[in-house]
């Protein structure tokens, strides 16, 4: 059973950073596309970063991008996201997700895109 765990949410003043992992369990993500959402109160969830595990490749949201970094370690099969200068539009549950295959072309910032879901985490970014 493939699951996905988030940690290292929490509260931060702005200007602030975070880190949040994403372990990954039951199966192991080598040729995959690994993904990090968020989803804010009244709206939809938004695909914040997303990365192909074979070659690399990022994707970011235009409203992240120079802020935000997402990486992954291979061996312990963990993704993680480096979250710094937050403002407070980025208060969310932050969740990642996962497939185990993905393909050229295939959007990394599409919720539709991704099979396995973690819980989320809150983060909260105050002024």
Known sequence: QVQLVESGGGSVQAGGSLRLSCEASGYTFTTACRGW??????????GVAGIR???GKTAYHDSVKGRFTVSRDNAENTLYLQMSSLK???TAVYYCAAVERCFIGTIL???NTYN???QGAQVTVSS
Do not use: M
Request: aromatic residues 14%.
């Open 53 to 55: 595990i074979t070659t």
């Open 109 to 111: 910032l599409n919720t």
């Open 37 to 46: 959402f968020r989803q804010a109160p009244g709206k939809e969830r938004e």
């Open 88 to 90: 407070p539009e980025d």
């Open 116 to 118: 396995y879901w973690g």
